[in-house]
């Protein structure tokens, strides 16, 4: 009985290869890139344009649901809850992202939703702007309410140059605010908001600051996209968000390139290291979830791509997805995929040597000839995958906004694979429960 019950906690010890603190970074090499491709499991149906505009007077964008502190879909008085990215269509489609703010949806079945308008005090938030984020209630009815707190990407003419490229300056930060929360016959109320406050900034070591990009960036820099998880196999929680290397991962090691036989053959080409995205983390220290300690980054896609989006994860047993919105323009030189959903599986817990899921790395990708009819694709614990409608093009090839819901998609991950198995309406949303039960 000794020898059995030491070697099973060998074996046990043996599937958590890293600690969650540990200074262990995954990689999504270029070698891997190489590989992401569409294949009929992973694209999304086409999207009809006869589409509906669910808040016509707003652009919607970067979607979530309000979940519980498990992850379940919070149901308050029979109300399903979301949150989306909105500006007034008094601005151009483009300029969308320089006025955003964070809206409330409610409904009740999870297809026909409410638009109740902006829910706090932009006066009290913090930023020029707010950009995605995450909303979890807890057990005492607190409603935590994540975003990204961004300065004015318009101040100074909008752009600068940086010794290399003209850019975006926009400093995001990771913030919060609280509300309670109500229901009644006229809808779902957030009162008694509180004072907003900076979560975190980024460290410079692990995560590049504003300042270092203005030295060596590319496009825009990012943190921001804060994601609430609980863990379901520690209980731990966690901060998730989009970040990019700071000094310490700022450039490309071998792992970033691929195994030693790939590396004797490819030329990393020129400029490729500017392209630093990773995937950030901070442990929560308390209840309130203001307290924070920031971790090195849980996976990085330096030399291969500049943005890992909205990250979030899709726990299944001892099986981890990270998953990730990313754009094919924000692809190194030298490599190219579609705008899409991008996942990443690994064993044994939330710091693990995640590998692209499908081989290819992709979840869901638009088709081929549709290349930005949707994004922003986010997955709950059960494999439901909300997104909004973005660029798609009409019989004529020319582009339409969108700014509306796009039809829900569910998804079946199973091992290192995932399928497209369902197309749902158009924003729906069907109760789920919490992460780490068995998806069906
Ligand atoms: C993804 C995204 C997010 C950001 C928001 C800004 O669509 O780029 O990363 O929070 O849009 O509009």
């Known amino acids: 009985a000794i020898l059995a019950s030491s070697l099973m906690s060998v074996s046990v010890a043996a599937s958590f290869k890293w600690d969650i603190e540990d200074d262990y970074t995954a990689t999504w090499s270029r070698q891997q890139a190489e590989n992401v491709a569409l294949t009929e499991e992973t694209t999304a149906p086409i999207i009809d344009l006869d589409f509906e505009d669910v808040a016509p007077d707003v652009w919607v964008w970067d979607t979530w649901p309000l979940q519980d502190r498990d992850g379940s879909l919070s149901i308050v008085k029979g109300y399903r809850i979301a949150f989306a990215l909105v500006a007034p269509r008094t601005y151009t489609w483009h300029d969308r992202h320089t006025e955003a703010r964070i809206g409330m949806f409610y409904s009740k079945n999870g297809k026909d939703w409410t638009y109740a308008g902006i829910p706090y005090d932009y006066?009290?938030?913090?930023?020029?702007?707010?950009?995605?984020?995450?909303?979890?209630?807890?057990?005492?009815?607190?409603?935590?309410?994540?975003?990204?707190?961004?300065?004015?990407?318009?101040?100074?003419?909008?752009?600068?140059?940086?010794?290399?490229?003209?850019?975006?300056?926009?400093?995001?930060?990771?913030?919060?605010?609280?509300?309670?929360?109500?229901?009644?016959?006229?809808?779902?109320?957030?009162?008694?908001?509180?004072?907003?406050?900076?979560?975190?900034?980024?460290?410079?070591?692990?995560?590049?600051?504003?300042?270092?990009?203005?030295?060596?960036?590319?496009?825009?820099?990012?943190?921001?996209?804060?994601?609430?998880?609980?863990?379901?196999?520690?209980?731990?929680?966690?901060?998730?968000?989009?970040?990019?290397?700071?000094?310490?991962?700022?450039?490309?090691?071998?792992?970033?390139?691929?195994?030693?036989?790939?590396?004797?053959?490819?030329?990393?080409?020129?400029?490729?290291?500017?392209?630093?995205?990773?995937i950030g983390i901070a442990k929560v220290l308390d209840n309130d979830v203001t307290e924070l300690e920031m971790l090195p980054p849980l996976l990085e896609s330096v030399g291969v791509n500049h943005q890992l989006e909205r990250p979030h994860?899709?726990?299944?047993?001892?099986?981890?997805?990270?998953?990730?919105?990313?754009?094919?323009?924000?692809?190194?030189?030298?490599?190219?995929?579609?705008?899409?959903?991008?996942?990443?599986?690994?064993?044994?817990?939330?710091?693990?040597?995640?590998?692209?899921?499908?081989?290819?790395?992709l979840v869901v990708a638009n088709p081929a000839e549709k290349p930005f009819q949707a994004y922003s694709w986010w997955a709950a614990p059960d494999g439901q995958v909300i997104s909004f409608i973005n660029e798609p093009l009409d019989e004529n090839g020319q582009v339409q906004f969108g700014g509306t819901f796009a039809p829900t998609l569910k998804v079946s991950f199973d091992g290192d694979t995932t399928k497209i198995v369902k197309e749902m309406g158009a924003g729906e949303i069907k109760p789920f429960g919490p992460y780490g039960r068995s998806l069906r």
């Open 123 to 278: 006066d009290k938030a913090l930023g020029h702007m707010q950009w995605a984020g995450s909303a979890m209630l807890d057990e005492q009815g607190k409603v935590h309410f994540f975003y990204t707190a961004t300065t004015d990407m318009n101040a100074d003419g909008g752009k600068e140059f940086n010794k290399h490229d003209w850019v975006r300056r926009a400093e995001q930060r990771l913030a919060k605010t609280t509300f309670d929360i109500s229901a009644d016959r006229n809808g779902v109320h957030l009162t008694n908001e509180a004072d907003h406050q900076i979560l975190l900034e980024a460290d410079g070591e692990h995560y590049e600051t504003i300042e270092q990009f203005q030295e060596h960036g590319n496009i825009i820099t990012g943190f921001r996209d804060p994601f609430f998880f609980k863990d379901p196999n520690t209980g731990e929680e966690y901060i998730i968000w989009e970040g990019q290397a700071g000094t310490n991962r700022d450039y490309i090691k071998p792992e970033n390139i691929g195994d030693a036989e790939y590396r004797e053959t490819h030329n990393v080409p020129e400029r490729a290291e500017f392209y630093n995205g990773n």
């Open 313 to 361: 994860v899709v726990v299944k047993g001892d099986t981890y997805y990270l998953l990730t919105i990313s754009h094919e323009f924000t692809f190194a030189p030298g490599l190219t995929g579609p705008d899409g959903l991008y996942g990443f599986v690994g064993e044994g817990g939330l710091r693990t040597d995640y590998k692209p899921v499908n081989g290819t790395g």
